[in-house]
């Protein structure tokens, strides 16, 4: 009962982390204690609810967030198709 608790803690923290930082990795780590959260309540062990908790946290991070990262923040520059010396200029006008 306790182990389930936990997942959830973990799951409602990071999900809530998430809302507050840019990062985007606490949405993968919550990710992963939901996936551990379905494991306690199977029963499983502690500590393979933990190892599974890593594993998924850790592929989902590695292998989605660059790709996340490239669809949901891309580069103002790159999509606004403003050359350097234009976004220069309108940084440089902005701190007069």
Known sequence: M???????VIVGFSFV???????????FIGFGAAISFV?????????????????????????LRPF??????PSPIRNRHVTTDQYRNDRHA???
């Open 2 to 8: 306790v182990a389930i608790l936990f997942w959830v």
């Open 17 to 27: 982390l998430e809302l507050h930082s840019n990062a985007f990795i606490a949405v």
């Open 39 to 63: 494991l306690a309540l199977a029963g499983l062990p502690f500590t393979f609810q933990a190892g599974a908790w890593l594993v998924v946290s850790g592929s989902l991070a590695r292998n």
């Open 68 to 73: 996340a990262m490239r669809k949901i923040s």
């Open 94 to 96: 902005r701190n007069r």
